[in-house]
């Protein structure tokens, strides 16, 4: 670990200001994936902005229908909101999906959006790799890549967003809110905060240097039946070989992502039409540019399995 | 004393406080966080600075460059410790790796510099300064590309010969009935356990003591003696509590080696515990084999052929996993052939992991059976009832001490309800899962060696038992305690039990599950020196003295235990020392373990329903620290069915998923209940205290068993360990 400076932020404006005025400075939330990195050099801040006072850990209702989730509310206290176990249920299931009991009594509702990838070469500073340091190589491609993106991926880097949280998000249609060192607010889709890694897989999100997120917003209930499944080697405590988020209407028509196959949450509006015809006639279209390495090719039929599960369970209840 | 008789009739008989589920000894410790592991000591050693290892960025070639410019002037370093400086470290006599790269690097993260601080951040910080230049050369990673160039060694200290064979084989073979031939693959697995290596090593002169974290005291010592270049006699290791080993704290590690050695080129108290990230690249671990077994069969079941090919790879002069050990004992067959080939390969050593050889053997060999009874269209336990045997099959002068297997097969199928299953796969289905019901047999060595023990009495009838074994969260203490109890006929908060320190009398330690057996014999002989010391001290005849109730009765003379120190404590120690029996006999445990699967029709995910395991072990010590031990080796097994594999990337050639979060062991969510129940016997041939080990027993058989439940459940034979849903996915139903 480097050796770094600390200070608490008291506004959102006060620390985006301290971190974009700083090259090297970082904001840290509940510390459970920086702290991590730092201690391995693959984050090196030389600055923290700690953002824990900012008050930013409530859950309120918006004018439209919706939930304002604060930047700093931690995933145990999402999950377990009433309100959000009642009308957007596939999001309390991918949280509790995730991590542990402990990790997610300290991870908070931007650092889960901001977790970076669990790439075991990401991990290992010995090894090339462009998202770690830019222009050094992807040792992952041509390597142990079974947990690794099958779609969406460049030449560069097949990294995967390795999140739960992020894939409910992404089929709720939730908005990040964020405030800049100018103070100006700015709302992004979830569909556009995370990037594939093209040529830059070093940059995660489509954040500004310094802008900091306050809060996600969920629009009002979708209704239907919310089901979040994981599929992973262990039973809990593992990182989704493949993860579903779907919220399916009666009728037989529905919304899904995936988790654990890009390197953002994967879902492709247009697909889902083909939802009441099952499983396979939305992944045929949702996974047709997928580029899978020899080890993770079961992720293409895993991933139509794994919805084919979801749908039935819906058909049977 | 000299055990070469089978055991009578002895005090360890009355079974008062032995086989109880007493509660462990050392409990309270455990459970208030006081009990001390080697790197948390602060009072040995208040100066000691803090050592962090730098592993090597290759996996083979050599350093051409170390620049420490940077790092030594960095804030707080002490010291930086590479092979420039360190001396030529020794190797010692089980492990073959260098402690060192010097300057060759011979596996990934071997370490190349120590840096010393006086805080581990400093340490830690500063080590990220070192700048080395290495030239790479080619390595060796594959095992199967390997495979065929491996040669069948001469014979090493452990597993027997390489190549074996009773009988004509071939042709034996060749004619059969019925055959399997099919080869399995067992991967790379971590011995991962909780607490990583760990050392405080502290020199006075020429002589040093480590806090550490050691599985076996008398080799430990022996081999830190030959690394360093000093006497054994110089050596004090000391390691009362250790988190948890499976064989990979067998002896000397990275961590007692450089901290010994970084505290001699400091001048200072060293302490180091191994990075979990380097651990998996630097220390030894279960190595990967690839295995062929042949077995043919008449109609009737009757192996009348017998093969098991294996190869495994290691660094130059390692050892051969000894894979083939179980089936040369395990069933009767008139022909036989087990050979064993060992390529070189430039990964860390492989070496020992709980139930070497019988482990990753049986994986093997249980699923061949399983494949077996189905091709003759019997039962699984019906097809190793028929091929029991009482008698060592390679050499049947030589019968088994206790041989209950059909026993443990019987009570399994009955507690299990194996009657339940379907011998059709694929069959039994609920809901979204698929059921299956896999059984599997075990065997694992009853070994037993020289141990000894030393026991005082003092005037308040406190009763202290030291001896160099080692506590890995087996029971060690609890069952030292429960024999001492017993043989003195008192209770046991009578009984003080100091263990871990290589200054205390000498024991086997812990592992090749020898540890409860030596140590318990090793205190029954010193607690027979103690009650006749104890009884000349009183003045009793001592062939007619009862020792019962924390008194010591002859006739109606009944005198309190402690008189007998009124005039001192009383001390004695002894060794017991095993003899012929041990070739007289084939010593061994068995077991046999049943398992439930449920695998996900869609996804091909597995999860174990429920898991149940019969043990014959001789006389079981404490019913609850066994019981623990067999659940605790279920809980592995389904790691090793299930999860567990050390992936080797072959163009860099290293152990890729080399922390915790990327290499999975099992999680409560993946144990469901287990069942262990024990089959009640004594082995008068092993000891006077008549009991085996039970703790690799448990591990052995039970990936297999799963494996077995798996391909009841699909259909989908797997041969490749782990079974991921990957491996059989494809031969899952289709979906709608
Ligand atoms: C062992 C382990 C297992 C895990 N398993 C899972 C799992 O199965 N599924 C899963 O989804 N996750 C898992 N996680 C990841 C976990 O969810 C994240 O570590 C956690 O959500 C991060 O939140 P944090 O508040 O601790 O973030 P921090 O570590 O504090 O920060 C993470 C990043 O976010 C930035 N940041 C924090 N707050 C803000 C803000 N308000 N605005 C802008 N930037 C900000 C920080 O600068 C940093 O770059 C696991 C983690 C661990 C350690
Ligand atoms: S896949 Fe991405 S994160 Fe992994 S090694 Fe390649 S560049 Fe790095």
Not at chain 2, 302 to 316: C, V
Request: aromatic share 6%; with cysteine.
């Amino acid at each position: 670990m480097r050796l770094f400076t600390y200070e608490r932020a008291k506004t959102p404006a006060e620390a985006a200001r301290a971190v974009a005025g700083q090259p090297g400075a970082k904001f840290l939330a509940g510390g459970t994936n920086l702290i991590d990195l730092m201690k391995l050099e693959i984050e090196t801040p030389t600055h923290l902005v700690d953002v824990q006072d900012l008050k930013l850990d409530r859950i309120e209702q918006t004018g439209e229908g919706g939930l304002k989730i604060g930047a700093l509310v931690s995933n145990t206290a999402l999950a377990s909101d009433a309100r959000v176990r009642r009308d957007y249920g596939v999001l309390a299931r991918a949280i509790v999906a995730g991590a542990s009991g402990q990790l997610r009594n300290k991870a908070t509702t931007a650092g889960n959006l901001l977790q970076r990838t669990r790439c075991p070469y990401f991990y290992d500073t010995n090894m090339p790799c462009n998202k770690r340091k830019p222009g050094s190589g992807c040792a992952a491609i041509a390597g142990y890549s079974r947990q690794l993106a099958v779609i969406g991926a460049s030449d560069q880097c097949i990294a995967t967003h390795p999140g739960d949280m992020a894939v409910a998000l992404r089929v709720l249609d939730a908005t990040v809110e964020t405030v800049n060192a100018a103070g100006e607010p700015r709302a992004i889709p979830i569909a556009d905060f995370h990037r594939l890694p093209g040529a830059t897989p070093h940059i995660d999100t489509n954040l500004a240097p310094g802008e900091l997120i306050t809060a996600v917003t969920l629009p009002r209930p979708l209704g239907g039946r919310h089901v979040y499944e994981k599929v992973r080697d262990r039973a809990s405590y593992a990182f989704a070989l493949v993860s579903v988020a779907a919220v399916i209407q009666w009728d037989g028509t529905g919304r899904v992502a995936f988790g654990g196959v890009a390197h953002k949450p994967w879902r492709i509006e247009a697909a889902e039409a083909a939802m009441p015809q099952g499983a396979a006639a939305v992944t045929t279209s949702l996974f047709a540019d997928a580029k899978p390495t020899h080890d993770n090719a079961f992720k293409v039929p895993l991933a139509t399995r794994t919805l084919a599960a979801v749908i039935a369970e819906g058909n049977a209840a | 004393m000299k055990f070469d008789t089978p055991a009578g009739a002895n005090p360890t008989d009355r079974m008062q406080v032995l086989g109880k589920p007493l509660d462990r000894y050392e409990a309270r410790l455990k459970t208030t966080g006081t009990a001390t592991y080697a790197y948390e000591y602060k009072d040995v050693a208040p100066n000691a600075a803090y050592g962090y290892i730098l592993g090597a960025a290759i996996a083979k070639g050599r350093i051409t460059a170390i620049d420490t410019t940077l790092t030594e002037a960095a804030p707080g370093v002490i010291g930086v410790v590479t092979y420039r400086n360190a001396g030529k470290p020794g190797v010692g006599k089980f492990y073959v790796q260098k402690m060192l790269a010097a300057p060759e690097v011979d596996h990934y993260h071997q370490p190349v510099a120590v840096v010393v601080a006086e805080t581990f951040e400093q340490a830690r910080a500063a080590s990220a300064l070192i700048r080395v230049d290495y030239a790479r050369t080619d390595g060796r990673y594959d095992l199967a590309a390997q495979k065929g160039s491996a040669p069948v060694p001469p014979q090493g200290e452990f597993g027997g010969p390489n190549e074996k064979r009773v009988g004509d084989f071939e042709p034996a073979f060749a004619a059969a009935a019925v055959k399997v031939d099919e080869t399995y693959t067992v991967p790379d697995q971590a011995h991962a356990m909780m607490e990583p290596h760990a050392t405080i090593a502290k020199w006075d002169g020429e002589r040093v003591t480590c806090w550490t974290s050691i599985q076996q005291m008398n080799w430990g010592t022996r081999d830190l003696g030959l690394i360093l270049g000093i006497p054994k006699a110089n050596v004090r290791l000391i390691s009362p509590f250790i988190g948890g080993g499976f064989g990979g704290k067998g002896t000397v590690q990275m961590d007692l080696a450089l901290a010994a050695i970084s505290a001699r080129v400091v001048g200072r108290p060293v302490k180091i515990a191994l990075q979990r990230p380097i651990m998996f690249n630097t220390t030894i671990h279960r190595p990967k084999t690839i295995q062929r077994v042949m077995l043919g069969a008449g109609r009737d079941g009757r192996l009348t052929a017998i093969g098991h090919e294996s190869w495994s790879g290691n660094l130059p002069g390692g050892r051969t996993e000894p894979t083939v050990a179980s089936t040369r004992t395990f069933y009767a067959g008139p022909n036989r052939l087990t050979r064993m080939r060992l390529a070189t390969l430039d990964l860390a050593e492989g070496n020992a992991m709980r139930a070497p050889g019988e482990a990753p053997g049986l994986m093997a060999l249980e699923i061949a059976m399983d494949e077996l009874a189905e091709k003759l269209g019997m039962d699984p336990v019906q097809l190793r009832v028929v091929n029991d045997t009482q008698v060592d099959p390679e050499d049947p002068s030589k019968p088994f001490s206790t041989r209950p297997f059909i026993q443990c097969l019987r009570e399994g199928a009955e507690q299990f309800g194996w009657d339940r299953r379907n011998a059709k796969p694929g069959q039994v289905r609920e809901g979204r899962w698929l059921i299956g019901m896999g059984m599997a047999g075990a065997i694992r060595a009853g070994k037993i060696a020289k141990s000894g023990a030393r026991a005082r009495l003092d005037g308040k009838g406190i009763i202290t038992i030291e001896a160099d074994m080692t506590d890995i969260g087996t029971g060690s203490y609890t069952v030292v305690q429960q024999t001492a109890a017993e043989m003195m006929g008192v209770a046991p908060d009578s009984i003080v039990v100091k263990l871990g320190d290589s200054t205390f009398p000498e024991t086997p330690g812990s592992g090749g599950q020898q540890g409860a057996p030596s140590v318990t014999a090793g205190v029954y002989a010193a607690c027979v020196k103690l009650r006749e010391a104890v009884a000349q001290r009183l003045g009793f005849n001592s062939a007619e003295v009862d020792f019962s109730d924390g008194r010591v009765k002859s006739g109606n003379r009944s005198v309190p235990l402690a008189d007998a120190a009124k005039g001192g404590d009383l001390l004695v120690e002894d060794v017991m020392e095993f003899d012929k029996l041990k070739d007289q006999f084939q010593q061994q445990t068995f077991g046999a373990h049943f398992a439930e699967v449920a695998v996900d029709a869609y996804t091909g995910v597995v999860r174990v329903r429920r898991a149940l395991a019969v043990c014959a072990a001789g006389r079981i010590l404490n019913a609850k620290t066994a019981r623990s031990q067999v659940i605790g080796g279920i809980t592995m097994g389904i790691g090793a069915a299930l999860m567990e594999e050390m992936a080797i990337d072959q163009r860099f050639g290293f152990f890729v998923n080399h922390d915790l979060a990327g290499y999975e062991v099992p999680v409560h969510a993946d144990v469901p209940h287990l069942d262990a129940f024990f089959i009640d016997e004594v082995d008068p041939t092993i000891s006077p205290v008549k009991a085996k080990g039970v703790g690799e027993l448990g591990l052995t058989g039970v990936a297999p068993a799963i494996a077995n439940a798996i391909y009841n459940a699909t259909g989908v034979r797997v041969r490749e360990y782990p079974i991921t849903l990957d491996k059989h996915l494809e031969g899952l139903p289709a979906i709608a």
